[in-house]
């Protein structure tokens, strides 16, 4: 275990971009809105702290992929799931550096150190912005295992809940030499932003464009 803005800013941004990218097959009208219901209420009035880990490989090929991720799924959490209080994400960040052997601590000793009444954790097991051994063939991938830390659990090193998340973007889109069809920057920002929208989603009920 190692290691973008509310949903409608997020969603404005993905209108902008999603036009320009041939190989979607973007046609006005062919998104959909689908409603989601939350599939834990246990942040509600709680002190939060979202922690995010990534690999090596992620680290050292992604090095703002961590930072970006664990500041907009705070910031979402913060803006939607009713009395939290979220710790900073600044400061999440600055203790994980400070720290760089916490992830071999147990759950139980990690929510005590950040001193909150629940922990998301994030560990996110794949990332990458194209198909692997092919950087002319783009396509975005997270996918990650997220666990709830309950501070008042009997064993709260036993999680109170687990998700898996596997997030794509968009379908394989091949890029011709001297003929761009989507930047690399482009889909990576959207497979973060897809990421954040889902991660966070669990928490709250919400509504998806896709």
């Known amino acids: ?10 969603m404005v941004l993905l209108l902008a971009l999603l036009p320009v ?50 500041k907009e799924i705070t910031r979402r959490i913060k803006a939607n799931v009713p ?3 979220v710790s900073d994400p600044g400061q999440i960040l600055k203790w994980q550096d400070d720290n760089p052997y916490w992830a ?16 998301v954790l ?5 990332y990458r912005t194209h198909e692997p051994g092919d950087k002319h063939v783009l396509r975005g991938v997270i996918s990650a295992t997220i666990n709830i830390v309950e501070a008042e659990a009997a064993d709260p090193d036993n999680f109170g809940a687990s998700f898996n998340k596997n997030v794509l973007y968009p379908s394989a889109v091949k890029s011709k030499i001297g003929e761009v069809a989507v930047s690399e920057q482009k889909v990576e920002i959207m497979t973060q ?7 966070a989603g669990l928490f709250f009920d919400h509504q998806l464009i896709r």
């Not at 690999?55 to 992604?62: L, V």
């Not at 071999?104 to 922990?119: F, K, N």
């Open 122 to 126: 994030v560990e996110i097991g794949e």
């Open 104 to 119: 071999t601590r147990p759950p139980s000793a990690l929510i005590r150190q950040l001193g909150v009444e629940r922990l």
């Open 193 to 199: 932003t897809y990421f954040c929208e889902e991660t």
């Open 21 to 70: 990218v041939p190989g979607c097959n973007f046609r006005p009208g062919m998104q959909k809105t689908i409603d989601v219901k939350a599939q834990y209420l246990g942040l509600n009035d709680r002190s939060v702290a979202v922690v995010i880990s990534t690999s090596d490989f992620t680290a050292f090929n992604y090095p703002n992929a961590r930072a970006l991720i664990t």
């Open 83 to 85: 009395g939290v209080t």
């Open 1 to 10: 275990m190692r290691q973008w803005i509310k949903t409608t800013g997020s």
